[in-house]
């Protein structure tokens, strides 16, 4: 059986590109990586550990609830079901100098939708590093996980991600 699934959205981009970073982190062997589009939601609870990642896009794109978000289509897929048997960690991409008042929002929209299902929730990632002045994503002095910069710290990503899943390891005890 896989331990880990890692989750992600947009496809082609930076956000696959950090997903295939962190997937490199893991043993190939007990993990999965998987774009939103092509996974069934019931298979997650046989995943010790899922990561999910994204990026932050305009608020107007997260309220909506129609059929081409993929991330709102996934969450109400999730809301219903019982995750207290599964961990969870995220990661969201963004960027703290076009947009520092919003800079990775999406790690707040994941950590409010995931608490919704009984998940232990862990990964949160230290703000030192970064220049922003507000997130969504952020819990007192920390993000609720992983916050990576690909448009103007991309020489960071690979040691924060790193750095990161030994966190995740060291609290799964893999």
């Avoid at 019931?42 to 909506?64: D, F, M, P, Q, R």
């Avoid at 409010?112 to 819990?139: C, H, M, N």
């Amino acid at each position: 059986m896989k331990k880990i699934a890692i989750l992600y959205w947009g496809k082609g981009g930076n956000v696959e590109k950090a997903a295939k970073v962190i997937f490199n982190q893991f043993d190939p062997q007990t993990t999965d990586l998987f774009a939103l589009d092509s996974i069934n939601t019931n298979s997650l609870t046989g995943y010790k550990l899922v990561i999910l990642g994204g990026s932050t896009v305009g608020a107007e794109n997260w309220e909506e609830t129609t059929n081409d978000n993929r991330w709102n289509h996934f969450f109400r897929e999730i809301e219903n079901k019982d995750f207290s048997g599964v961990t969870f960690a995220v990661f969201g991409l963004g960027n703290q100098v076009l947009y520092p008042a919003n800079f990775v929002d999406a790690l707040g929209i994941f950590h409010e939708a995931i608490s919704k299902t009984g998940a232990r929730i862990i990964g949160a990632w230290p703000t030192v590093g970064y220049k922003f002045t507000d997130s969504d994503g952020l819990q007192k002095d920390s993000f609720y996980g992983l916050a990576l910069d690909e448009d103007t710290q991309p020489d960071l990503t690979l040691e924060r991600s790193k750095q990161w899943t030994d966190i995740l390891k060291k609290e799964m005890k893999f």
